[in-house]
C-alpha cells in the first residue's frame, strides 16, 4: 500500500516544526516532504547578534538534514501549485525545474521585508530578513569604521559612522541596540578614529516597540538612549541618496547605511496561487484548512489564521504564532487520517524578550516586567530552550563574546547587490547581475 504524503513548502518557524512533529506522529506511515529554499532552519531572532559579531553565522542556521528524522528534504523555490491536480512545481537551484504530487500540503512559505513608497529606499537601503543580510550588515559596519579611520575629511567620518535604522519593532530595536555596542568596540581599536559612531532609530510610533508591554518599550528606550542612540519616535525617512536621508521632520542624515526593519509581509507567492487572502494572508478557518480544500493547511506568516482569544481578528505575524501553529497543522494533518482528533488553534500569551545586547535585555514572562540581568538570564534561557539545534554552539559564543574581543573583520562574502531589499528570499543571496 503506497504511504499518503505530506508536502510542507517552507521551513521557518512553522514548517520546520510542522514537519518535526509530524514525523514523530506519523512513525513512518506517511511520507513526509519539506521544500524550501535552503537546507537550514534559520532561527531568526538572533540574526541581530550575528550582524554585531556576537554569534557566528552558522550557529543559527540549523540542518534539515539529521534533525528531522525521516523527512526527505527537497532544496528548492516553490513557483507553482496546480491545486486541482494535486501538486507542487519548484526550481531548484542550478535552475532544474521539478514538481511534486501530495496527498496532504502545508503552505509555509512566511515573510519578506515590507516595503513603502519611499524614494530611494529600494536602491539604497538593505533588509534585515535572511542570513546574508545580516552578514553582509555585519562586513559593511566594519568596512565604513574602517573608511572612516581612514578618511581625512571630518564630514566623511561623520557620515561615515552614522548608521540609520528604519522601523523600531522587535527587529530594529535589537539591531540599534548590538549596532552600537559594536561600533563602540570597533572604536576601542582604533585610536585613530576621531570621532564617536552614531546609531539612529527611527519610526512613526510613539514610541519604541510599539507593540509590546509599555513596560518593556521603556526599558528599551533607556537603555538605547543611555548608550547615545540617537531615537527619534514619530519620525522616519522621507528620501533615501547615496550621500544620506531625508527625514519626515526636516532634517539631512549624511549616512552610508541605512538598514530598513519596518516590518514584514506575506511571501509574494500566496498571491500567486489564487485563493482567498486576507491583508495578503491566505484565508484559513480555524483549524489551518484552506476553504474549499480539505487537503490543504497554511500556518506562520503566509496564514491569516482567526485569532478565538480576540473575535474578528486574525493572529499577528510572530515566530510563536508559527511555531505553535506549525505543530497544531501536524496534528490536524494525522487526525485526518483517524490518528486523533482535530483541534482549532488557540493560544496563550507566554510573554516576549528582547536581547539589548551587554547586560541588557527586556522580558516579560507570564506578565511579569523584568530588565536588566534578570531579563537577560530569562532571554538568553528562552532562546536556548526554543532553538532546535546547536544550542551548546550558541551558549559557548556568548561565552567567548563576554570574555574575548568581538571580531573586527570583514569577510566580504556578500557584497551589497547580493542582498537586494526587494528580494522575495532575503535567506538566499541574490546571483550577481551581468
Not at 514548517?15 to 534559520?42: C, M, P, Q, W
Not at 512559505?109 to 519611499?118: D, R
Not at 545580516?134 to 566594519?142: E, F, G, I, R, T
Not at 541588557?360 to 511579569?368: F, I, Q, R, S, Y
Request: glycine share 8%; net charge positive.
Amino acid at each position: 500500500m503506497t504511504k499518503p504524503r505530506v508536502v510542507i513548502v517552507g521551513a521557518g518557524f512553522a514548517g520546520y516544526h510542522a514537519a518535526k512533529t509530524l514525523s514523530r506522529l506519523a512513525r513512518d506511515r506517511a511520507e513526509i516532504v519539506v521544500l524550501n529554499s535552503t537546507d537550514y532552519f534559520l532561527y531568526l531572532p538572533l540574526l541581530p547578534e550575528v550582524a554585531a559579531g556576537v554569534v557566528e553565522p552558522t550557529r543559527i542556521s540549523v540542518p534539515l538534514a539529521g534533525t528531522l528524522p525521516g523527512v526527505r528534504i527537497i532544496v528548492g523555490e516553490a513557483d507553482q501549485v496546480d491545486l486541482r491536480n494535486r501538486w507542487v512545481g519548484f526550481t531548484q537551484p542550478e535552475g532544474d525545474r521539478g514538481r511534486i504530487a501530495y496527498d496532504r500540503l502545508v503552505l509555509s512559505v512566511g515573510s519578506v521585508n515590507k516595503l513603502l513608497p519611499i524614494p530611494g529606499v529600494t536602491e539604497y537601503a538593505h533588509g534585515f530578513r535572511g542570513l546574508p543580510e545580516a552578514v553582509y550588515l555585519h562586513d559593511h559596519v566594519v568596512r565604513q569604521i574602517e573608511r572612516a579611520e581612514q578618511a581625512e575629511d571630518p564630514a566623511e567620518q561623520r557620515a561615515r559612522a552614522t548608521f540609520v535604522v528604519v522601523g523600531a519593532g522587535y527587529t530594529g530595536t535589537e539591531v540599534a541596540a548590538h549596532g552600537q555596542l559594536f561600533t563602540d568596540a570597533l572604536r576601542a581599536q582604533r585610536p585613530r578614529l576621531a570621532v564617536r559612531p552614531r546609531w539612529m532609530l527611527l519610526d512613526v510610533a510613539p514610541r519604541p516597540l510599539p507593540e509590546l508591554d509599555r513596560r518593556m518599550s521603556e526599558t528599551a528606550d533607556r537603555v538605547l538612549r543611555r548608550r547615545g542612540v540617537d531615537v527619534r519616535m514619530g519620525t522616519s525617512v522621507a528620501e533615501a541618496t547615496a550621500d544620506g536621508v531625508r527625514l519626515t521632520d526636516g532634517d539631512y542624515v549624511p549616512t552610508c547605511t541605512l538598514v530598513w526593519c519596518v516590518g514584514v509581509r506575506p511571501d509574494p507567492f500566496v498571491a500567486e496561487l489564487g485563493l482567498r487572502t486576507e491583508k495578503g494572508r491566505l484565508v484559513t478557518d480555524e483549524y489551518l484548512n484552506v476553504p474549499g480544500f480539505p487537503e490543504v493547511y497554511a500556518c506562520g506568516d503566509a496564514a491569516a489564521v482567526p485569532d478565538v482569544t480576540r473575535p474578528g481578528e486574525i493572529c499577528t505575524m510572530t515566530a510563536q504564532h508559527a511555531q505553535r501553529q506549525g505543530k497544531l497543522a501536524a496534528h490536524n494533518i494525522a487526525a485526518s487520517y483517524g490518528q486523533g482528533r482535530r483541534r482549532p488553534y488557540r493560544h496563550h500569551d507566554l510573554g516576549w524578550v528582547v536581547d539589548l545586547g551587554g547586560k541588557d535585555a527586556a522580558a516579560n514572562p507570564l506578565k511579569v516586567s523584568l530588565s536588566g540581568l534578570p531579563a537577560k538570564a530569562v532571554t538568553r534561557g528562552y532562546h536556548l530552550l526554543a532553538m532546535p539545534g546547536n544550542r551548546a554552539r550558541v551558549g559557548a559564543d556568548w561565552v567567548l563574546d563576554a570574555a574575548l574581543p568581538r571580531s573586527a573583520t570583514q569577510l566580504g562574502l556578500v557584497p551589497a547587490h547580493a542582498v537586494p531589499l526587494e528580494s522575495s528570499s532575503p535567506e538566499v543571496p541574490a546571483r550577481a547581475r551581468s
